[in-house]
């Protein structure tokens, strides 16, 4: 009876299987002609437990972007009091988005799909806010500031639209590694956007 129950148990899955799915569909087929049965059943799983995983087919491609918010605030919990602050963002931000070479072209096509498709981009706020209160939360640490204060906020929104426009432009010329993109906007984020490096420009990692 015990190996009968066994044999009949539907397969187990993951978020990271359901994500590599999805990403394939959505490639090949399109966001919006790719439902949530067909991600499940190229899964092997029912419609109904994909739901246990995720709310929305959207929601398949923010979860890792939800794990590096995740892993912001246990780092930023780590950084040296006498690290300055924006210098501490800047080294955080950066060793946050250490990609292995073999996931890039991944990486890269789940950020094309959430900034071209509609319905992926009207999910991006929650995710955004997210990050943005990670920084802010260590922003008013720092500053002694409740985290909604208007300096708090300002670090953690700057340092947002810095880390997009790093995005962007990475996603568009493609000829260097993310890191330095992010490293030279939240540097030049830092020092106020002068043309002086001479005091900010500091070792990412």
């Known amino acids: 009876m015990t190996d009968a129950r066994v044999r009949g148990r539907p397969r187990g899955t993951s978020k990271r299987e359901l994500e590599l799915i ?10 919006d002609e790719t439902t949530v049965e067909q991600i499940a059943a190229a ?11 995720f709310p929305t087919k959207a929601e398949v491609l923010w979860y890792q972007f939800d794990d590096e918010v995740a892993a912001l605030r246990a780092a930023f919990a780590t950084v040296p009091d006498d690290l300055p602050m924006m210098t501490a963002v ?27 498709i509609p319905a992926l981009a009207a999910t991006a706020g929650a995710h955004y806010d997210a990050w943005e209160r990670a920084v802010s939360a260590f922003a008013a640490r720092r500053l002694g500031e409740p985290e909604n204060g208007l300096l708090p906020l300002a670090v953690g929104r700057t340092t947002l639209a ?11 010329r493609a000829d260097a590694d993310l890191t330095v993109y992010l490293d030279e906007a939240l540097a030049a984020l830092a020092r106020g956007f002068a043309a002086d490096k001479r005091n900010t420009d500091l070792p990412a990692g």
């Open 162 to 172: 810095a880390a997009r426009a790093a995005f962007d432009a990475w996603l568009t």
């Open 22 to 31: 999805a990403l394939r569909l959505f490639t090949e087929q399109g966001f």
């Open 90 to 116: 800047r080294r955080v931000v950066v060793n946050a988005n250490r990609y292995r070479a073999e996931d890039v072209p991944e990486l890269r096509v789940r950020m094309q799909l959430v900034g071209s």
């Open 43 to 53: 899964a092997g799983i029912s419609g109904r437990t994909f739901f246990r995983y």
